[in-house]
Every structure is written in structure tokens, then in C-alpha cells.
């Protein structure tokens, strides 16, 4: 059974420590929190999909989001990931966040038809780093596995979980067009209305 959040139950209080260094607090007092969870460092599916979020993460902090992304890898195989990406990364090898949030791993996530394109334009564009010595190649061997699925969770300052996707496929996560449609159906409700 898994432990999965869904809008208006309240993810725990913790302080945690970013790959790149500097303590992150769930949640956040100040704001927006998008809780990312993606898969192993070189994952070539969330290094797509984090270029997306890079791309547009002005408009996302204009919107009063702040972003953390946690991985399943060791901090040292993410630090030169965090040295480049304008928001911080946690590295979570033994997966205790991803049972905490209900984050699940399976074979469907490489399986499903609905995520080949990300891994075909994924894989693509990291060879194509990798042999211009931009980035490093994963590790062969992942050691809390590369059959992780994603999740995004969208959470208040008081905790309350506001949206949540849990993702089907390795590439099933919320595009910065849906993060941002959350965040204004969030704004969007009542006073005082509870989700």
C-alpha cells in the first residue's frame, strides 16, 4: 500500500541538506513548493525535462514557486548536475523520501509506449553532450535502480498538499505549463476554501 499525497493532506516538516550545499525546509514558510521527484543522476528522461524546467524557471519563480528536486543518487554523482541548475537537488540513494511521498519504481516505467519518444530525444541529446564533454555519462549501474516513475507534488506554505501527480511512466510528469495551470486554479479558489 502506498503512502501516496493527495490535495489537502499535509506533507511532514523536515529540513534537509541540498547536494550543492545550504539546508532546504519542507515547507517552505515563504511560499510555493514544487516537489520534484525524478529518477537516478543522467537519467536522460529528467535531464530532458529538467532543461524544460531551466528553460522557463523565471516565469516559475515569478509565480512564487520555489522548486526541489530529489534524485535516488549519491550527492557526488549529482553535484556536477547542481552546480548548473538554478534550484537545489537532494540526493536520496536509500529512497527514504520517495516511500515517505509514495514515490514507486516497476518495470512499467520504460515499458509503457508513452514514454519512449522522451527516452529516444533523451538519449539523444545527452550522447550528443557526452561526446562534446559537456556532461558525464550515468554510471551503468544504478544502485537504487533505473525503474523509478516520477512525481510532482504542489505544496502550500502550511504544508497542504495543493496538487499531486503521480506519474504512470518515467515520463509522465507535469510540464511547466500544467505546474503553473496548478498554481493558478490554486490562487483561483476562494478564501479559505480547502483542497
Not at 51 to 60: M, N
Not at 92 to 116: I, Q, T
Amino acid at each position: 500500500m502506498t503512502r501516496r499525497f493527495t490535495p489537502g493532506r499535509r506533507i511532514p516538516a523536515t529540513t534537509l541538506t541540498a547536494v550543492a550545499g545550504g539546508e532546504i525546509r519542507l515547507p517552505d514558510p515563504d511560499g510555493l513548493l514544487h516537489l520534484q521527484f525524478r529518477r537516478f543522476a543522467g537519467c536522460p528522461i529528467c535531464n530532458l525535462h529538467l532543461r524544460s524546467v531551466v528553460r522557463r524557471h523565471d516565469e516559475i519563480t515569478a509565480a512564487g514557486v520555489r522548486e526541489v528536486v530529489f534524485f535516488h543518487s549519491p550527492a557526488d554523482e549529482l553535484l556536477p548536475y547542481a552546480e548548473e541548475l538554478p534550484f537545489p537537488l537532494v540526493a536520496d540513494p536509500e529512497r527514504r523520501f520517495y516511500r515517505e511521498f509514495g514515490v514507486e519504481a516497476g518495470p512499467r516505467s520504460l515499458l509503457d509506449p508513452r514514454a519512449w519518444r522522451a527516452i529516444l530525444l533523451g538519449v539523444v541529446l545527452d550522447v550528443v553532450a557526452v561526446l562534446r564533454r559537456r556532461q558525464r555519462p550515468p554510471r551503468l549501474r544504478q544502485p537504487a535502480g533505473r525503474l523509478g516513475l516520477p512525481a510532482d507534488l504542489l505544496v502550500a506554505a502550511d504544508g497542504r498538499v495543493l496538487a499531486a501527480r503521480y506519474g504512470a511512466h518515467a515520463d509522465d510528469q507535469w510540464s511547466v505549463d500544467e505546474l503553473l495551470a496548478a498554481v493558478r486554479d490554486h490562487r483561483s479558489e476562494p478564501a479559505g476554501a480547502d483542497t
